[in-house]
């Protein structure tokens, strides 16, 4: 039988300095010795390096023109994890900590994340280090032409699907697909994910990611007789996912106390202002520095903080990248009386704040299980897409809850079956993989 010594060695000796990607690697094999215990077939025939070792990796380079008329150059990148559950599905990330390690390590977890939503999707991730923020848009409109007229060659609606992530919006999913159907020179609907409404994107996509956490957490507090009413809850990031979460869960009862970004946090026990944060980060682009200075009130900007000492919280929903709640800010938190741990963000639990979670007795949900509602609405996208079809928001929302609910239950059930009841992590890594693992064996070596 293959143990995870074996497995973390053969990675890091594939691929050096990943260390992201070894991090993924290792939590999804340390979940997964109740489960080989019971079945050892899923240890043989070298399944689980084949599941670690993408189907393909694609690196290109992208080179286009400023507005000062100089020439710019970043790295594109796209790859391609796992296809049998159905074509390769996940973001694309501009952000200038994009490397190999990061798009590889996003596109292991969104195997499983995919897996877990119950829909035909694999597993793929993508992205540049190109920094979308100070750039105007004819900027952002070059870079997306020339980063498109690479990756058209590789995506297709039955192959590869994009969609946004970090640094990737409405704005950018526009320019990429302009791109790729002048290029193609027809209208497939189905290639990206993340539209706009008029032209093939989903009523709730933009808000599903941070929804869908939302119902999470309403689930696992639901399973110990509790809800989200009246709870304070702390919430890092502002982007998509942090500011629908916000709303969200203020429309279940609860007041969301903070929101951060890069260069500090807010804390506002009165609760975030969810319309004013909305208008300052996604129309004017601002920073939550220039939400603070305009709400004001009992609006607190803590510049260089990060939101986790900020107040005493009962909930916390880290929704802004990887690693970025360690082991001490975890102290914080239990120290304040937290109860419930969801991520939003992919990974942004280090493992030392996971195991400090779990041995407080903290109930901690990990990203490819609490965040999926995110790619799960794409799948709903992708699904309008091929019927030529619009569905109500109403419609869609109750299709997302009831997918969150599946995957809460099925994480559950999961962790039951291996010996580890109540564990998250163990469940949802464990639940995700059998359905990928079966895929796998059935179809054969490939």
């Given at each position: 039988m293959i143990i995870r010594e074996e497995i973390i060695a053969g990675i890091e000796r594939r691929n050096g300095s990943q260390p992201e990607f070894v991090q993924a690697v290792?939590?999804?094999?340390?979940?997964?010795?109740?489960?080989?215990?019971?079945?050892?077939?899923?240890?043989?025939?070298?399944?689980?390096?084949?599941?670690?070792?993408?189907?393909?990796?694609?690196?290109f380079r992208v080179a286009w023109v400023d507005d000062a008329g100089q020439v710019q150059v970043n790295r594109g990148y796209r790859i391609e994890f796992n296809s049998a559950l159905g074509p390769y599905k996940g973001g694309l990330r501009f952000?200038?900590?994009?490397?190999?390690?990061?798009?590889?390590?996003?596109?292991?977890e969104q195997i499983f994340k995919n897996a877990l939503t119950g829909q035909m999707i694999g597993g793929g991730k993508g992205g540049s280090d190109f920094d979308p923020h100070g750039k105007s848009d004819?900027?952002?409109?070059?870079?997306?032409?020339?980063?498109?007229?690479?990756?058209?060659?590789?995506?297709?609606?039955?192959?590869?699907?994009?969609?946004?992530?970090?640094?990737?919006?409405?704005?950018?999913i526009g320019y990429l697909y302009g791109q790729y159907k002048r290029i193609v020179n027809r209208f497939e609907a189905g290639v990206l994910t993340g539209k706009g409404l008029d032209w093939g994107g989903s009523l709730a996509r933009t808000e599903a990611t941070g929804y869908g956490l939302v119902m999470f957490a309403r689930e696992m507090l639901a399973a110990k007789g509790d809800s989200l009413d009246g709870k304070k809850v702390a919430i890092s990031g502002s982007g998509n996912v942090a500011i629908y979460a916000a709303q969200k869960a203020q429309a279940l009862g609860a007041t969301v106390v903070t929101v951060s970004d890069s260069a500090g946090a807010v804390y506002d026990p009165a609760g975030i202002d969810v319309e004013l944060l909305k208008q300052v980060k996604e129309v004017e682009r601002g920073r939550v520095l220039d939400y603070a200075q305009r709400l004001?009130?009992?609006?607190?900007?803590?510049?260089?903080?990060?939101?986790?000492?900020?107040?005493?919280v009962d909930v916390a929903l880290p929704c802004a990248t990887q690693n970025e709640l360690d082991e001490a800010d975890m102290a914080t938190l239990i120290q304040g009386g937290v109860k419930l741990v969801a991520e939003g963000a992919n990974m942004p639990l280090t493992n030392e704040a996971i195991d400090a979670a779990k041995a407080a007795g903290v109930l901690y949900a990990p990203g490819k299980a609490a965040n999926a509602g995110g790619v799960a609405t794409s799948a709903l996208e992708m699904a309008q897409n091929a019927g030529f079809a619009k569905w109500s928001f109403e419609e869609v929302?109750?299709?997302?809850?009831?997918?969150?609910?599946?995957?809460?239950s099925a994480s559950l059930e999961a962790a039951d079956a291996v010996g580890a009841p109540g564990d998250y992590q163990v469940g949802a890594n464990v639940a995700g993989f059998i359905k990928v693992a079966d895929a796998m064996l059935a179809q054969g070596v490939m």
């Open positions: 290792g939590e999804v094999v340390d979940s997964l010795g109740g489960l080989l215990a019971k079945r050892p077939e899923y240890a043989d025939g070298a399944l689980l390096e084949r599941m670690v070792e993408p189907e393909r990796q694609i690196m952000h200038p900590s994009v490397n190999l390690s990061v798009v590889k390590f996003l596109g292991f004819a900027e952002v409109m070059r870079f997306c032409q020339a980063f498109m007229t690479e990756l058209h060659r590789h995506i297709g609606a039955l192959t590869d699907v994009p969609a946004g992530d970090i640094g990737v919006g409405g704005r950018e004001g009130g009992s609006a607190q900007y803590l510049e260089g903080a990060r939101p986790w000492g900020a107040a005493d929302e109750g299709k997302l809850d009831q997918i969150m609910r599946d995957i809460h």
